[in-house]
T-cell receptor, first 116, second 115 residues
Framework: EAGVAQSPRYKIIEKRQSVAFWCNPI?????LYWYQQILGQGPKLLIQ????????DSQLPKDRFSAERLKGVDSTLKIQPAKLEDSAVYLC??????????????FGQGTRLTVV | AQTVTQSQPEMSVQEAETVTLSCTYD???????LFWYKQPPSRQMILVIR??????QNATENRFSVNFQKAAKSFSLKISDSQLGDAAMYFC????????????FGTGTSLTVIP
C-alpha cells in the first residue's frame, strides 16, 4: 500500500514570497490533515478535511495560509506571503474513517520550509 | 482543546535496557483514544501503539507496552530491550471524538539509545 506522498521535501524561500505544498493521501482515506511542526515542538493542526469539506481550520492563519482539497483527494497548502516564523516542517496525514476513533493517522515525510 | 503534556524533553537508555516515557493529558471526555507515535530523523511519524480509553487492559505491541491510568489521565510508554533503532522523537497523542476526531500532540520526548 502506497503511503502519504508529500512534495517538495525541502523548500527555501525569502520572506514575503509564496510557496505551495502538495499532499496525496492514501487511497480511500476520507480525512486529511495538515500539521505545522516547529523545531522542538509537537505537530499543531492547521486544517482538517473530511472528503473535500473543511472540518476544522480554526488554527489556520487565514490572512496568509490557504488550503484546498479538490475532489476529496489531493490537497495543497499555500502560504502567501511567507514570514520568518513560518519556518517549520509541514506534515500531511490521512486516516481512513473520520468517525472511527481507533483509526490511526498515517503521515507523510513532511516538507521542511525555511524562510530567510 | 485537550492538552497533552510530555514532561521529559530528553531521555536516554542503554541498549537492551528498559525505559519509560511519560505522558499526561487533560480531558473531560470519557471516550477517546491515545496513541504513541515515533518520529525518526527521516521525519515520518510512525504509529507505535494505541489504547482505547474504555479498555482497562494495557495495550502491548512486542517490546512496547503502555501503562494507562484513566483516573490519573496518564499514559506512559515502556520500551523493553531497547535497540539502537528505537532512537527517535516520541509523541503522545490524544484523539477526541468531540472536536472532529482531531489528534492533539504533546511536545515530544527525544530518546537516545546508548550502545
Amino acid at each position: 500500500e502506497a503511503g502519504v506522498a508529500q512534495s517538495p521535501r525541502y523548500k527555501i524561500i525569502e520572506k514575503r514570497q509564496s510557496v505551495a505544498f502538495w499532499c496525496n493521501p492514501i487511497s480511500g482515506h476520507a480525512t486529511l490533515y495538515w500539521y505545522q511542526q516547529i523545531l522542538g515542538q509537537g505537530p499543531k493542526l492547521l486544517i482538517q478535511f473530511q472528503n473535500n469539506g473543511v472540518v476544522d481550520d480554526s488554527q489556520l492563519p487565514k490572512d496568509r495560509f490557504s488550503a484546498e482539497r479538490l475532489k476529496g483527494v489531493d490537497s495543497t497548502l499555500k502560504i502567501q506571503p511567507a514570514k520568518l516564523e513560518d519556518s517549520a516542517v509541514y506534515l500531511c496525514a490521512s486516516s481512513f474513517l473520520g468517525t472511527a476513533l481507533n483509526t490511526e493517522a498515517f503521515f507523510g515525510q513532511g516538507t521542511r520550509l525555511t524562510v530567510v | 482543546a485537550q492538552t497533552v503534556t510530555q514532561s521529559q524533553p530528553e531521555m536516554s537508555v542503554q541498549e537492551a535496557e528498559t525505559v519509560t516515557l511519560s505522558c499526561t493529558y487533560d480531558t473531560s471526555e470519557s471516550d477517546y483514544y491515545l496513541f504513541w507515535y515515533k518520529q525518526p530523523p527521516s521525519r515520518q511519524m510512525i504509529l507505535v501503539i494505541r489504547q482505547e480509553a474504555y479498555k482497562q487492559q494495557n495495550a502491548t505491541e512486542n517490546r512496547f507496552s503502555v501503562n494507562f491510568q484513566k483516573a490519573a489521565k496518564s499514559f506512559s510508554l515502556k520500551i523493553s530491550d531497547s535497540q539502537l533503532g528505537d532512537a527517535a522523537m516520541y509523541f503522545c497523542a490524544y484523539r477526541s471524538p468531540n472536536t472532529g476526531n482531531q489528534f492533539y500532540f504533546g511536545t515530544g520526548t527525544s530518546l537516545t539509545v546508548i550502545p
